[in-house]
C-alpha cells in the first residue's frame, strides 16, 4: 500500500473505532501508531511516539488549561452566575421578553470570566429557568435560551476551545481570544433579536400566559453594586491583564484562578472538602484535554507522513469544488459530527485534515479557527448528542421536562447561529479586525 492508502485507511480505521465505542483519545494513538509503522516500520514509529510526548506537552502555554479550568469551577461555586443574571435582571425587565434577554447578556459576561459552556448551561439552567417559568415563561423557551446562549463560553474569550485550537493551528492564544470578541458580541445581539421576534411573532413559543403577575425582586443601589464588583474585578484582572499587555495567557490564567478563589474565600461559599474535589475536577479535565492533544499531534504527524492533506488540498483546490466549496463541506462534517460527538473530540479528528488544506487555499487559520469553534457549538444544541441540552436536564431534575422540549427550545438559536457564521463567513473582519491590530 502507497503512503496515502495507508493514510486513508487509517482515517477510516479512526471512525470506526470511534463507531464501536474506543475513547478517541486512544483511537487515535492506536491509529497513528499502526500508520507509521506501516509507512516507516516500528521503530521510527515507538521514536515518533516519544517525541510527540515530549514536544507536544512539555511548553509552558498548557498551563493555561488546568489554570482557566480551576478559574472557571472557582466561579461557579463563588455564585457569581446568579450574581450576574440577579444585575441584567434589574436592568432589562420592563423590556419585552426581558428575563430572556437579560439570561443572554448575563451568560455572555459569565463567558468571559469561565470559558466553559457546560459551566453555563449548568448555573443558568438553576438561575435563569426558575425565574422565567415564575414569570409566566414557557419552559420550552426557559431552558432553550439557556442553552443557547450557553454556548457563548467557548466563543466569547478565555476560551478553551480557543486555546486548543491555537495550539493545533500553532497560532497566538491572545490573538484567537481577540478573535472571540467580535463574534461573541454578534451572537449575543442574534440571541437577542431572536428572542424580541419570537415574543412578537410566536407568543405562545415564549408565554405561557399573557401577563406577568409575578413579582420582582428589587435590589437597591448598594446591592447591585455589590454584586457587579467582583465580576467587574475579575474581568478587569483577566482580560484587562491579558489585552492590556500586562499578562501573558498563563498568567492570566493564574491570576483569574486567585482572584476567583478570593471572591470564593471572601463569601464563603467553599469550604476544604468542596476545594479539594475542585482541585481533582480540574486535574481530570486537564489530563483528558492534554491527553487528546497528544493524540491530535500523533494523528496529524502521521497524516503529514503519509501525503493524505497535501492529496486532499490538490483535490479540493485545483477541481471544481475550490475553496469555498471545501469551507463549506468542512463547515457542514463539523455540525454533522457535533449531533454525535463532543467539541474537543470533533476538532482534533478534523483539524490535522483540514488545516493544511486551509492553508493551501490562503485562508486566514484565525478566522477558520472562528468558524470551526462557532460550528463546533453548533452541534452542543442538536440532537441526538447536544451536551447543553442534557446538562440542563440533568441540573433541572424535573421530571416533566422532556429532552425533546429542550431541543425545540434551541432551534431558533441554532438558526440564529448558522446565520451568523454566514455573516462571519461574508465579512472576515468580524472575526479578525482585533486579533490583527
Given at each position: 500500500?502507497?503512503?496515502i492508502?495507508?493514510?486513508?485507511?487509517?482515517?477510516?480505521?479512526?471512525l470506526?473505532?470511534?463507531y464501536?465505542?474506543?475513547?478517541?483519545?486512544?483511537?487515535?494513538?492506536f491509529v497513528?501508531?499502526?500508520?507509521?509503522a506501516?509507512?516507516?516500520?516500528?521503530?521510527v514509529?515507538?521514536?515518533?511516539?516519544g517525541a510527540?510526548?515530549?514536544d507536544?506537552?512539555?511548553?509552558?502555554l498548557f498551563?493555561v488549561?488546568p489554570?482557566?479550568?480551576?478559574?472557571?469551577?472557582?466561579?461557579?461555586v463563588?455564585?457569581?452566575?446568579k450574581d450576574?443574571?440577579?444585575?441584567?435582571?434589574q436592568l432589562?425587565?420592563?423590556?419585552?421578553?426581558?428575563?430572556?434577554?437579560?439570561?443572554?447578556?448575563?451568560?455572555?459576561?459569565?463567558?468571559?470570566?469561565?470559558?466553559?459552556s457546560?459551566?453555563?448551561?449548568?448555573?443558568?439552567?438553576?438561575?435563569?429557568?426558575?425565574e422565567?417559568?415564575?414569570?409566566?415563561?414557557?419552559?420550552?423557551f426557559?431552558?432553550?435560551?439557556?442553552a443557547?446562549?450557553s454556548?457563548?463560553g467557548?466563543?466569547?474569550p478565555?476560551?478553551l476551545?480557543m486555546i486548543?485550537?491555537?495550539?493545533?493551528a500553532e497560532?497566538?492564544?491572545?490573538?484567537m481570544f481577540?478573535?472571540?470578541?467580535?463574534?461573541g458580541i454578534?451572537?449575543?445581539?442574534?440571541?437577542s433579536l431572536?428572542?424580541?421576534?419570537l415574543?412578537r411573532?410566536r407568543?405562545?413559543f415564549?408565554f405561557?400566559s399573557?401577563?406577568?403577575?409575578?413579582?420582582?425582586?428589587?435590589?437597591s443601589?448598594i446591592?447591585?453594586?455589590r454584586?457587579?464588583?467582583p465580576?467587574a474585578v475579575l474581568?478587569?484582572?483577566?482580560?484587562?491583564?491579558l489585552?492590556g499587555?500586562?499578562?501573558?495567557?498563563t498568567?492570566a490564567?493564574?491570576?483569574?484562578?486567585?482572584?476567583?478563589l478570593?471572591?470564593?474565600l471572601?463569601?464563603?461559599s467553599?469550604?476544604?472538602?468542596?476545594?479539594?474535589?475542585?482541585?481533582?475536577?480540574?486535574?481530570?479535565i486537564?489530563?483528558?484535554?492534554?491527553?487528546?492533544?497528544?493524540?491530535?499531534t500523533f494523528?496529524s504527524?502521521?497524516?503529514?507522513?503519509s501525503?493524505?492533506?497535501?492529496e486532499?488540498?490538490?483535490i479540493?483546490l485545483?477541481?471544481?469544488?475550490?475553496p469555498?466549496?471545501?469551507?463549506?463541506?468542512?463547515?457542514l462534517?463539523?455540525?454533522?459530527l457535533?449531533?454525535?460527538?463532543?467539541s474537543i473530540?470533533?476538532?482534533?479528528?478534523?483539524l490535522p485534515?483540514?488545516?493544511?488544506?486551509a492553508e493551501?487555499?490562503g485562508?486566514?487559520?484565525i478566522?477558520?479557527?472562528?468558524?470551526?469553534?462557532?460550528?463546533?457549538?453548533?452541534?452542543l444544541?442538536?440532537?441526538p448528542f447536544g451536551?447543553s441540552?442534557?446538562?440542563?436536564?440533568?441540573?433541572?431534575?424535573?421530571?416533566?421536562?422532556?429532552v425533546?422540549?429542550?431541543?425545540r427550545?434551541?432551534?431558533?438559536?441554532v438558526?440564529a447561529?448558522?446565520?451568523?457564521l454566514?455573516l462571519?463567513?461574508?465579512?472576515?473582519?468580524?472575526?479578525?479586525?482585533l486579533?490583527?491590530?
Amino acid at each position: 500500500m502507497s503512503p496515502i492508502e495507508i493514510g486513508s485507511v487509517a482515517i477510516v480505521g479512526l471512525l470506526v473505532l470511534i463507531y464501536i465505542g474506543m475513547p478517541i483519545g486512544i483511537g487515535m494513538l492506536f491509529v497513528s501508531f499502526l500508520g507509521v509503522a506501516a509507512i516507516r516500520g516500528d521503530v521510527v514509529s515507538l521514536r515518533m511516539l516519544g517525541a510527540v510526548a515530549n514536544d507536544s506537552l512539555r511548553e509552558y502555554l498548557f498551563a493555561v488549561v488546568p489554570l482557566f479550568v480551576l478559574m472557571g469551577l472557582l466561579v461557579t461555586v463563588s455564585k457569581v452566575g446568579k450574581d450576574t443574571f440577579d444585575v441584567f435582571q434589574q436592568l432589562l425587565r420592563r423590556l419585552t421578553a426581558g428575563l430572556g434577554i437579560a439570561t443572554v447578556f448575563a451568560n455572555a459576561i459569565f463567558a468571559s470570566i469561565t470559558g466553559i459552556s457546560i459551566a453555563s448551561a449548568s448555573v443558568f439552567s438553576r438561575v435563569a429557568v426558575p425565574e422565567m417559568t415564575r414569570h409566566g415563561y414557557t419552559k420550552k423557551f426557559a431552558t432553550g435560551v439557556v442553552a443557547g446562549s450557553s454556548v457563548l463560553g467557548m466563543l466569547i474569550p478565555p476560551s478553551l476551545l480557543m486555546i486548543v485550537y491555537a495550539v493545533l493551528a500553532e497560532e497566538s492564544v491572545g490573538r484567537m481570544f481577540l478573535a472571540g470578541i467580535g463574534p461573541g458580541i454578534l451572537l449575543a445581539f442574534a440571541f437577542s433579536l431572536t428572542i424580541l421576534l419570537l415574543a412578537r411573532v410566536r407568543k405562545r413559543f415564549v408565554f405561557e400566559s399573557a401577563h406577568d403577575d409575578a413579582s420582582y425582586e428589587d435590589f437597591s443601589g448598594i446591592a447591585m453594586l455589590r454584586k457587579s464588583v467582583p465580576i467587574a474585578v475579575l474581568m478587569l484582572v483577566v482580560l484587562g491583564g491579558l489585552y492590556g499587555g500586562f499578562l501573558n495567557p498563563t498568567e492570566a490564567g493564574a491570576a483569574g484562578a486567585m482572584g476567583a478563589l478570593v471572591i470564593a474565600l471572601v463569601r464563603r461559599s467553599m469550604d476544604a472538602r468542596t476545594f479539594w474535589k475542585l482541585l481533582v475536577e480540574s486535574g481530570q479535565i486537564t489530563v483528558s484535554v492534554l491527553f487528546l492533544i497528544l493524540a491530535a499531534t500523533f494523528f496529524s504527524r502521521m497524516l503529514a507522513l503519509s501525503g493524505v492533506p497535501r492529496e486532499l488540498a490538490e483535490i479540493f483546490l485545483t477541481g471544481p469544488i475550490g475553496p469555498y466549496g471545501f469551507l463549506l463541506i468542512y463547515l457542514l462534517l463539523i455540525i454533522a459530527l457535533g449531533c454525535l460527538i463532543d467539541s474537543i473530540s470533533i476538532m482534533l479528528i478534523l483539524l490535522p485534515i483540514a488545516l493544511p488544506v486551509a492553508e493551501a487555499a490562503g485562508f486566514d487559520l484565525i478566522w477558520f479557527g472562528v468558524l470551526t469553534v462557532v460550528s463546533v457549538e453548533v452541534g452542543l444544541l442538536t440532537p441526538p448528542f447536544g451536551l447543553s441540552v442534557y446538562i440542563i436536564k440533568s441540573a433541572m431534575d424535573d421530571p416533566d421536562l422532556r429532552v425533546g422540549e429542550i431541543f425545540r427550545g434551541a432551534l431558533p438559536f441554532v438558526i440564529a447561529m448558522i446565520l451568523s457564521l454566514g455573516l462571519i463567513v461574508a465579512f472576515p473582519p468580524i472575526a479578525t479586525w482585533l486579533a490583527r491590530l
